[in-house]
């Protein structure tokens, strides 16, 4: 499945559950993502199909935004720690998890980072396919 099918179902899905008939949402999107509203029908006339899928995706983002609010808080209870330690091993205790929460973090910033260089590198692969059809 490709990023642009995806922004389009999930807009379709969205807009829809916001309480907008589907044939005003189809006639929106027809514009917007330049499809035919026989190709917008007929993923609305699927949508068991891709719906799961889906949520799946807004599930994973949903779970990595409150994976990152509990990075944060380990993180700041860390520096706590560390602030108000009397021994050196607690300090460095404290350290340790810092840095590898730091590292889960960058972990989690790269992967986004990555979806969104995918995203662009597709959305300039149609640019040239459109500019070469144009030749």
């Not at 917008?40 to 990595?64: C, I, N, Q, T, Y």
């Not at 380990?74 to 108000?84: D, E, N, P, R």
């Not at 350290?95 to 980072?113: A, C, F, Q, T, Y």
Request: aromatic share 8%; with cysteine.
């Amino acid at each position: 499945m490709n990023l642009k099918l995806l922004k389009r179902r999930a807009e379709m899905l969205d807009t829809v559950n916001k309480g907008f008939h589907p044939s005003a949402v189809v006639g929106q999107l027809v514009e917007k993502y330049g499809v035919s509203e026989r190709c917008l029908w007929s993923d609305w006339e699927r949508r068991e199909k891709w719906v799961p899928a889906l949520l799946g995706f807004e599930k994973f983002a949903s779970f990595a935004e409150s994976f990152e609010a509990k990075l944060n808080a380990v993180q700041k209870a860390a520096w706590s720690i560390y602030v108000h330690a009397d021994n050196d091993n607690a300090r460095v205790g404290a350290l340790k998890v810092v840095l590898d929460s730091l590292e889960v973090h960058s972990d989690i910033v790269l992967s986004r980072d990555i979806l969104m260089r995918l995203e662009r590198v597709e959305e300039l692969a149609e640019k040239r396919v459109l500019e070469k059809r144009k030749l």
